[in-house]
């Protein structure tokens, strides 16, 4: 596997859109073939502009992208024939037929006679759409709508299958049907699957690497066990009454088996080796540096201390922020 | 083109065509709306014809290429709403994923209007027949008459396409419409003879392509074309389909980039 080239090849992407925002400011990224690649990050960091870019349908100001071998600048038309793209907002046609939607897909590849029918057939039974197949779109569920987008990425067979928050705005029981649907399709043949999401669940889940972008950049990347094992130990939270000042963290960081203190509000969080013997330990040192505190809590590192580590911030406050900023704020889609 | 953009046009085309006809009560106002215009004008203005200069005696013969060319102006004129509705829901940038030829996207607006306009037309005149028109240019009339108004469409339609691209707000083309389309029908020959129209009203008409369909259309399918009429407004109604298509061509270039 490590032998072939990679699936998915970009360097040093920066995108300015018009208007002035800069989505993505040096993003690099490289795909092994056959693997789940997970693109994790909060709303505006910069996902979607790279799908964009990598499944042709935007030009960067500068840097390079491969795709399946391909030049996707130079030679944009050889990257369409090689990816299927599932993107953020769906794409498929209210006013067809989900079969409709399927086989007009398929005739764009070239998909003639006989086969684009089996190949559409195929897709709708394996989607638990068959009967929905015959329906016009627009009568869709969310979830059904979502699964219709996947088999759509997919009609012509693609070495590369893109999927742009596949499972945003699902409902919980949906949402766990796609995730068992995309670890289907993991296990298919060479089929490599780029995947970007917000929920540090669905990454951890899905995808064999990850990447987290925030504000245009890959912070981080390696696999889920990886970069919960960079971290080194337990996460300790500790919430104080007022607000957590530079002496808090000071009072922190010196102690023995204690790293990476951070102040955020009335918050302070620190890594320890052992998490449970480290809590007496640590409330002992706020309290002779004058903070009382309100509660404290030990957790086995997940994504969301990752994040913190690398971003500098949290994933939940990140989110908000992103939101906040964000002048096209993404759609709850797939309300019902 | 190629082979390949061809039939990509082909299903891009079949594909629209197909969500008119599953639109089943936009599909009846813009069939029932020319009968209520034949019906309500041809019934309000039947005595005009008694002022003289409409070259007939039916005042209905006189309208009929009125009321084709016009509706073939006000359904065209919404083709921005649609480019705009594919948009917004991301079925224009699933198809820019695909190797569908980017030509085969333009193309299919145009087809599709034309198909649409043509099949409206044709209405018309079966209807306008029913009431009692008489079309003495014959079928070379009609037909002159049809395609006149299908490139007045294919103007009105791809500008219409410009702008929805180009303001990306619902809003603008319905209001941009709502401004357009009385003063054009009525800066024009669609009820009123030329020589009854003030003169002022009379030259603006010259320059409204509108007026140039009707003209066209209305000479062609009369007992006495003036061929040299039919030419230069058919001819100038193709230039400006052209540049039209040009400029919503440009637009999609544009768009393109903005993705
Ligand atoms: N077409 C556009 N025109 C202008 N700005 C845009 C456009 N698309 C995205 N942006 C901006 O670029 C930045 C990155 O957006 P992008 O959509 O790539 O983020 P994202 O990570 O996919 O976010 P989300 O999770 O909300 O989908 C944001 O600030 C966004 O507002
Ligand atoms: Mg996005």
Known sequence: MSTRAPAVEARQLVKTYPGGVTALRGMDLTVAPGTVFGLLGPNGAGKSTTVKILTTLARPDSGTAFVAGHDALAHPDRVRRAIGVVAQKSGADPVA????????????????GAAVQRRADGLLDRFSLADAGKRLVKGYSGGMLRRLDVALGLMHRPEVLFLDEPTTGLDPEARTAMWEEISRLAGDEGLTIVLTTHYLEEA?????????????????????????????????????????????????????????????????????????????VLLAALERAGATVAAATVARPSLDDVYLRYAGRRFQDAESEGAATTPEPALAGGAR | MSGQALAHTWYMTQRQLMSIFRQPVFLAISLIQPVIWLFLFGNLFRKVVELGGFGTTSYLDYLVPGIVVMSALGSSMWAGTGTLEEIERGTLNRFLTTPVSRNALMNANVAQNGIATTAQSVVILLLGRAA????????????????????????????????????????????????????????????MAPSQMPGWMRDIATFNPVNWAMVAGRSALGPAPDWSLVLTRCGGLLLLALAAVALSTRTFRSYQKSV
């Open chain 1, 204 to 280: 951890d889940r899905l995808a064999e690497r990850i990447a987290i972008v925030d504000r245009g950049r890959i912070v981080v990347e390696g696999t889920p066990d990886e970069l919960k094992g960079e971290l080194r130990g337990d996460a300790v939270h500790v919430e104080l009454r007022a607000d957590a000042g530079l002496e808090a963290v000071t009072a922190l960081a010196g102690l023995p088996g204690v790293h990476e203190a951070v102040a955020e509000g009335r918050r302070v969080s620190v890594r320890a080796e052992d998490g449970a013997a480290a809590v007496p």
């Open chain 2, 132 to 191: 009692g028109a008489g079309y003495p240019g014959g079928a070379v009339g009609l037909l002159i008459l049809v395609v006149a108004s299908m490139l007045l469409g294919t103007v009105f339609g791809a500008l219409s396409n410009a702008v929805g691209m180009i303001v990306r707000e619902r809003e603008s083309i319905i209001g941009i419409n709502t401004f357009l389309l009385m003063p054009l029908t009525f800066l024009s020959t669609s009820f």
């Open chain 1, 97 to 112: 037929t989900g079969r409709e939607n399927l086989l007009l897909q398929g005739r764009l590849y070239g998909m003639r």
